[in-house]
Nanobody, 127 residues
C-alpha cells in the first residue's frame, strides 16, 4: 500500500520559514518524480514545485521561485519543500504527490497526471 505522509506545517509569521518533509512508503521511491501542490479554500489545487526521479531537475511556480526549494533523499524515501520568506498568500494546504511516468522534462505540473497523493499539511502565514 502506497503512502505519502506530509508533516512540518503550522502557523508562521510573514517572512518566516518552514520545512515540509513528505515520507513515502510502499513504492520504489527513486522511480517516481515528486511534486508539491497547494490548495487554499475556494481555489483550485496549484503546482508549487517538482523534482525529477534523480533529483537533477527541479521546477517551480513563478510565485515561489527564489523562496522555495524542493529536494529529495532517495535513501530516506523523502522529498522536502523548504519554504523561506513566507507570505500570507502562501497560506494553504500543502500536498506531495508521486508520478511514475516518464516525462521528457522530468516533472509534470498537472495534478491529474500524478498517481499518488498525501493527505496534506496546513501552512498558515500571518501578516
Amino acid at each position: 500500500q502506497v503512502q505519502l505522509v506530509e508533516s512540518g506545517g503550522g502557523l508562521v509569521q510573514a517572512g518566516g520559514s518552514l520545512r515540509l518533509p513528505c515520507a513515502a512508503s510502499g513504492l520504489t521511491f527513486r522511480r517516481y518524480a515528486m511534486g508539491w501542490f497547494r490548495q487554499a479554500p475556494g481555489k483550485e489545487r496549484e503546482f508549487v514545485a517538482g523534482i525529477s526521479r534523480s533529483g537533477d531537475s527541479t521546477y517551480y511556480a513563478d510565485s515561489v521561485k527564489g523562496r522555495f526549494t524542493v529536494s529529495r533523499d532517495n535513501a530516506k524515501n523523502t522529498v522536502y519543500l523548504q519554504m523561506n520568506s513566507l507570505k500570507p498568500e502562501d497560506t494553504a494546504g500543502y500536498y506531495c504527490a508521486a508520478d511514475k511516468h516518464f516525462r521528457l522534462r522530468g516533472v509534470t505540473t498537472t495534478p491529474n497526471e500524478y498517481d499518488y497523493w498525501g493527505q496534506g499539511t496546513q501552512v498558515t502565514v500571518s501578516s
